[in-house]
């Protein structure tokens, strides 16, 4: 098998073949592991094959909790939720098959719109942002009346599918199962810190709000084309959440896109409140606010 000629810290190299399906080439990579295109021969499908490489692993992330993460999603049946097909391990790495996107990401989406040659349109229309809204929403409240808070919403972690279903979430990998707990959590701060919660920054237990907040991060950034933070390390990212800086972001909505509409304004503070008691208490609060604004614009 291919596999048995890399070394340890290597990934894995095109042609090797995992759970029967071939990899093709690799379409996203992180310090432990990467995404591959492949083939699934035995249904003549194009799949997704995320691996993570044994020798990468750490206190946290275990074959465990990555055999976690696809049990976990296999079991959430939602059209903006990835599919996911299959997982295994062997000795050098454990792997799950998934449905296959091509994309882009909304971090890619975000990327492309900078750079539009007319400032107006480097940012999201309120129509796209609703779009964005519903779709990972919809995606949130299954989630989450399964039990499961996703706990990574991030721009790379939604996927424009290319179908009816418009985006679609991904990456799992930090979901909280409430009836699982893993003792090394205790030790870590999970989650990004551009758009991690305060509760998440402090190492409370979560519920579906944490999500619901980084969503309104998400969401501020494309209202705005960029999100509005000071440049810091991250670890005084996390310190400026856990403590529920009134300054963690550097103005209002509405005080850095003056011709948004106020409805909006009320919105986006309402989800980004960093206290639980102010935020909105479920997605499917917030999904109902959101169909109560306007995208209309000023011109």
């Not at 539009?116 to 609703?130: C, D, G, I, Q, Y």
């Amino acid at each position: 098998m291919a596999g048995a000629m890399q070394k340890p810290h290597e990934f894995l190299a095109s042609g090797d073949v995992l759970g029967g399906c071939t990899l093709l080439q690799v379409v996203g990579k992180g310090s432990m592991g990467a995404v591959y295109r492949a083939w699934q021969s035995k249904l003549s499908r194009q799949v997704a094959v995320k691996v993570l490489m044994k020798a990468r692993f750490d206190q946290l992330v275990t074959a465990e909790r990555f055999l976690q993460e696809a049990e976990t999603v296999a079991n959430l049946r939602h059209p903006n939720i990835m599919s996911v097909y299959d997982s295994g391990e062997r000795e050098d790495c454990v792997f799950f098959v998934m449905e296959y996107l091509e994309g882009p990401s909304l971090a890619d989406w975000i990327k492309r719109k900078a750079k539009h040659p007319l400032a107006f349109r480097r940012r999201a229309s309120l129509a796209e942002v609703k779009e964005v809204a519903n779709a990972t929403l919809s995606a949130l409240e299954h989630a989450h009346a399964q039990g499961i808070v996703h706990r990574d919403i991030k721009p790379e972690n939604l996927l424009w599918s290319g179908g009816s279903a418009g985006l679609v979430v991904t990456d799992f990998g930090l979901a909280a199962v409430n009836y699982v707990t893993f003792e090394a959590e205790k030790l870590f701060i999970l989650g990004s810190p551009l758009y991690v919660s305060p509760e998440q920054a402090r190492g409370d237990e979560v519920d579906g709000r944490a999500d619901l907040f980084s969503l309104g991060c998400v969401l501020l950034e494309i209202v705005l084309g960029q999100l509005p933070v000071r440049v810091e390390r991250p670890e005084k990212l996390f310190r400026a959440r856990a403590k529920e800086d009134p300054g963690m972001f550097t103005g209002t909505p509405k005080a850095l896109r003056p011709d948004l509409p106020d409805e909006w304004d009320r919105f986006l503070q309402k989800a980004l409140a960093p206290s639980l008691s102010r935020r909105f208490s479920s997605a499917t609060e917030m999904r109902t606010a959101l169909e109560g604004l306007s995208v209309q614009e000023k011109r």
